[in-house]
């Protein structure tokens, strides 16, 4: 018995052995077809939570039960399950799906198969950015998208990117279904007057900049009626959907990714030294003196010689020659750091990341960071029961500068400082400006960059909860809450020792705003799969509601010392707080039906409530609807075995746009003081009919795909019409207000597209892929209430733009510059009323800022490990309305000819100037009495057309080892070369920071782009 029980017991321990024995199980997986290697590929041990993935060369290795089935799974590939039956090698080869054109991308409330789309939809994939160090939302999309025009209005730290879609400013942006608030939440203005009055609207801040590019899994671009309506009130520029990433079944993966780089700017403006600049304004002088030797009434009966022959204060040669730009601006560092962890199983999944982003400026003491961390997880409860959470939080420092359409901002003194000013004096202390040449300037620049502090803080908390609820397999319920929380603090302080802030003894201004944003959203969908057709129906409710409140106070009278905080001021100035709030109450539906895979029909209906409408106009109606033909299914053209698929798609729709503000639609009152007593006054008047802003659009588009997706692209045409435009209209003064929001105005945006993506060579160890887009855009007025609306870009400016029917809404308005006169070097403008003087009656339209066409190329190239992206971007057509370069361009002016000063300093470009008679040349001569210049005219409209190479990176990824799967380098050079003609320091540029389409494409001492260089590692556990 001892024995029998002893022989159990044997093989009891032999089993037990048995059951636990594991096999190390390695190999590599291929492309069937190609026999290109397979990074990424998922591989999992049947029945359990055991996996891996494949590194960068297809290798993998998995331990795993002897007796196991490996399960592999990859994108676009159809599944495979392998038995291991005891062996140590398993080489896969992974087949092409054929329902390649079948991959989901997000659409409005849901998802939907490529193939079924019938509205313009364009996605941008996480592979097309997850190498490149893109430091925003808007970078992660430029010049890769047809239709989408991204440009970069300044080179301020922080600063939002402009986003065009077709034509329409300002698109709606929804972070994983919550639509987000995305203009600049800070009180703080950067544009000023010498008397410390707003005179503009410098670069604003954008909020879309609190997202880390490296936490986004796809972003979807809807850009016509049929894709975008589902979104109604807010949808008439577009929309962008952001999904970030979500935690996947499968073995836990860890990254790292960190780069550093330097900054530098990329086309300084080269200024005349002292010697040089000595030697203009003599000759001007000297030129000036020989008109009035020929002729002593030149000048005017009152004039005094003395002015040309009497010598400078402090305008002599002393060794003295500072370079202005190479005093403000430096060689800033860019650094970012991101650890993220992601993975799950059947029932649970998580994604998590935190990361940091510093970036200095390179103009000095400025910087812009921020924190970011993010946590998604979805929990499956049983077979019908799903729930989940996204929590997003952002903390952000940006610490501004003046510039960008202000007159006493770094830049704009900058332009005109005289070199022969040293920085600071023999004390160390600041040079006083006003005493040398230049008298354009409003202070020291260096001053101006250190003793005028503007600091913005913003933490911002985005979150959703949702829980989807299965009643069976076709019918799904969702419902989900979500916040979009932000507090931003503004802190700006003008020591007593600028000239902003002299006469007042130092000022400072704080203000705070806080708002809170609540969704919820109930989605019903049914999806009925039938041999020969498929039905999808969709419908909702949500609620929306928006509070914000913002408080300022402005201090003056600053002690010495160092004492900033508003409650060191001697007085308090001003003091103001507001409360303002709207709500949104919505009913949303969408049909899709497919009929044989072939016949495609959309339709979709949304109405919205909006509280910013009177009670009769509060409901907006927009509907929309498309179709499309799949005629590569059809049976003649079946044997086209090129044509893996061909999808002619139309729609047509309405949009809508509520973006007024609050409480337009009613008139009412407002505190305000009556020396000293407290009372109230009219703070608007109301148009009672105010209604929807409306953009009908029509698309009509071609899907290609050829050799199995070797060559494809699209094809399309747009027309959208904007009406009942939600507009400032004048009024007549007698009202007591210069404008009303009213609906006036229609505009019309009409133009084609066209994008190509091309395997050219796809080889084992050689591939280079090719992406290409181009669009077209004619952009009319149609409808105006008064037609010739002059605006002006800067407050103490003439105008600078017309909205004129029949033309663009960036118009340049002035005076038509005709050249040099070669006999006299004197400038000629065209007098168009004959009355032999130049002035603003003789304005015209002397040009535009909207582009003709624009788009970008991309080339990537990989050779084994090693891998390379060239990135261009161009736009042409477009005009830069250039107010500032009057200044460096002034040829040796000397303001009005009273004064024994010199206006300011030159760039180089004057050397071309008319010298003698018989010159051919476009710059006038020098002189110190006469501005041979007109501001306000087309001698400084300059050719915007641009092409730049906006990256090349070069990187090398090392196999796998212990402790990581992949480790990637790269080198990169962002901004490398812009090819222009344009003489400011970049052609892409809008100092009004593009808010308003009306005034864009003007340049008022911008903030330079930079240059960067950056090396970079991508860490894969």
């Known amino acids: 018995m001892r024995k029998l029980y002893f022989i159990i017991l044997l093989l009891a321990v032999q089993l037990s052995f048995a059951q636990t024995e594991r096999v190390t199980v390695s190999g590599n997986v291929t492309d069937k077809q190609e026999g290109s290697a397979l990074p990424g590929v998922s591989i999992l041990e049947k029945g359990t939570n055991n996996g891996t993935t494949t590194d960068v060369s297809g290798n993998y290795s998995i331990s795993v039960s002897p007796e196991a089935t490996l399960v592999f799974t990859f994108v676009g590939y159809t599944l495979q399950e392998t038995p291991v039956n005891n062996r140590t090698t398993i080489n896969i080869g992974l087949a092409q799906d054929s329902r390649q054109l079948e991959d989901v991308i997000v659409v409005g409330y849901g998802t939907q198969k490529k193939s079924q789309v019938t509205g313009a939809i364009a996605s941008v994939d996480n592979k097309e950015f997850k190498d490149q160090p893109v430091t925003n939302l808007a970078s992660s999309i430029q010049g890769r998208v047809s239709g989408l025009n991204v440009t970069t209005p300044s080179g301020t730290p922080g600063a939002g990117l402009l986003i065009n879609i077709r034509g329409n400013n300002s698109p709606l942006y929804v972070v994983d279904g919550i639509p987000m608030i995305s203009q600049s939440n800070s009180s703080l203005s950067t544009s000023f007057d010498t008397g410390g009055n707003v005179v503009g609207s410098g670069q604003n801040l954008s909020s879309i900049s609190d997202i880390n590019p490296n936490d986004i899994e796809s972003i979807e671009i809807l850009k016509d009626a049929s894709a975008a309506s589902i979104y109604g009130a807010r949808a008439a520029n577009g929309v962008i959907l952001i999904t970030t990433k979500r935690g996947k079944s499968g073995k836990p993966s860890i990254n790292f990714n960190t780069y550093y780089g330097v900054q530098s700017i990329s086309r300084p403006i080269e200024f005349m030294g002292s010697e040089e600049f000595v030697g203009l304004v ?37 060794g003295v020659n500072t370079n202005w730009l190479d005093e403000v601006t430096r060689a ?86 005289s070199p022969l000013m040293p920085a600071y004096d023999e004390n160390g202390d600041y040079t006083v400006f006003e005493d040398y040449q230049a008298n354009w300037l409003s202070d020291n620049p260096m001053k101006s960059a250190k003793e005028i502090k503007a600091l913005t803080t913003t933490t911002r908390i985005l979150g959703t909860a949702y829980a989807e609820y299965a009643f069976t397999p076709q019918l799904k319920f969702r419902t989900s809450a979500s916040a979009d929380l932000t507090y931003t603090i503004d802190n700006q302080f003008k020591s007593p020792i600028t000239a902003d802030a002299e006469a007042v003894r130092g000022e400072a201004f704080e203000a705070n705003y806080n708002n809170t944003t609540w969704l919820n959203e109930n989605i019903l969908s049914y999806t009925k799969d039938m041999s020969n057709n498929n039905l999808t129906l969709m419908g909702g409710f949500t609620l929306q509601k928006s509070v914000t409140n913002r408080n300022s106070i402005t201090g003056q009278g600053f002690p010495s010392g160092g004492l ?26 969408r049909v899709n039906y497919s009929l044989h895979d072939k016949y495609l029909i959309t339709a979709t209906m949304r109405a919205d409530g909006s509280s910013r409408f009177s009670k009769d106009n509060r409901f907006g109606y927009f509907p929309s609807a498309s179709v499309a033909w799949r005629i590569s ?43 000293g007593i407290p009372g109230v006054r009219l703070r608007n008047i109301a148009d009672p009919s105010l209604t929807w802003q409306e953009n009908k659009m029509l698309n009509i588009g071609l899907d290609y795909d050829l050799f199995t997706g070797k060559i494809s692209g699209s094809l399309e045409f747009f027309q959208s019409t904007k ?299």
Do not use: C
């Open 564 to 589: 900033e905080n508003i409650s060191s001021a001697a007085s308090i100035v001003r003091a103001s707080g507001t409360q303002t709030m709207w709500s949104l109450m919505s009913f949303l539906g």
């Open 282 to 318: 003599n000759e001007a002088r000297q030129n000036d003196l020989d008109k009035y030797n020929e002729d002593n009434t030149y000048f005017g009966d009152d004039f005094d010689p003395a002015i040309l022959t009497d010598p400078l204060e402090n305008f002599d040669l002393t």
């Open 723 to 1021: 009406s009942k435009l939600l507009s400032q209209d004048a009024i007549p003064g007698t009202t007591g207000f210069p404008t009303i929001t009213r609906n006036s105005g229609e505009i019309q945006n009409t133009g084609f597209e066209f994008s190509l993506n091309a395997r050219i060579i796809d080889k084992n160890d050689f591939k280079w892929n090719l992406g290409f887009n181009f669009t077209t855009i004619k952009n009319e007025i149609k409808k105006l209430t008064n037609d010739g609306i002059l605006v002006t870009a800067y407050s103490d400016l003439a105008p600078t733009h017309i909205l004129k029917i029949g033309q663009p809404i960036s118009s340049f308005w002035g005076v038509k510059y005709l050249g040099v006169d070669p006999d006299t070097g004197d400038p000629v403008y065209q007098d168009l009323d004959g009355d032999g003087d130049v002035d603003g009656d003789d304005s015209q339209i002397i040009g535009k800022a909207f582009p003709d066409a624009f788009g970008g190329l991309t080339n990537t190239f990989q050779y084994k490990k090693f891998d390379l992206s060239i990135f261009a971007r161009y736009s042409f057509g477009n005009d830069v309305y250039n107010l500032i370069r009057p200044v460096y361009e002034s040829l040796g002016y000397g303001n009005d000819g009273g004064l024994y000063s010199v206006y300011a300093n030159n760039a180089t470009t004057v050397r071309d100037r008319w010298r003698q008679p018989g010159d051919q040349t476009n710059t006038p001569r020098a002189s110190f009495i006469n501005a041979n210049f007109y501001e306000g005219s087309s001698q400084f409209v300059e050719d915007g057309s641009f092409v730049r190479i906006q990256n090349v990176n070069f990187g090398y990824t090392f196999g796998g080892g212990k402790i990581f799967s992949s480790v990637r380098t790269y080198f990169e050079v962002q901004n490398l070369y812009v090819f222009s003609k344009y003489k400011g320091f970049d052609p892409e540029v809008s100092s009004t920071g593009g808010g308003s389409e009306f005034t864009a494409g003007i340049d008022y001492g911008a903030y330079p782009q930079a240059r960067t260089f950056l090396v970079g590692f991508n860490f894969n556990f």
């Open 633 to 675: 299914q059809e049976s003649f053209l079946q044997n086209a075995s090129a044509l893996s698929d061909l999808k002619l798609r139309v729609s047509y729709g309405l949009t809508g746009d509520q973006e007024i503000g609050d409480f337009q639609n009613i008139s009412f009152y407002s505190p305000t003081r009556y020396y």
């Open 332 to 417: 800033a560092p860019i650094s970012n750091y991101e650890l993220s962890l992601g993975g799950g199983n059947d029932k649970t999944k998580y994604f998590t990341s935190l990361s940091y982003f510093n970036q200095q400026g390179i103009l000095i003491e400025n910087f812009y960071d921020r924190i970011n961390y993010r946590l998604n997880l979805d929990q499956k409860v049983n077979d019908k029961l799903t729930v989940g959470t996204s929590a997003f939080l952002a903390y952000s420092r940006n610490k501004r500068s003046f510039n960008d359409n202000t007159y006493t901002g770094i830049i704009t003194n900058i332009v005109g400082a």
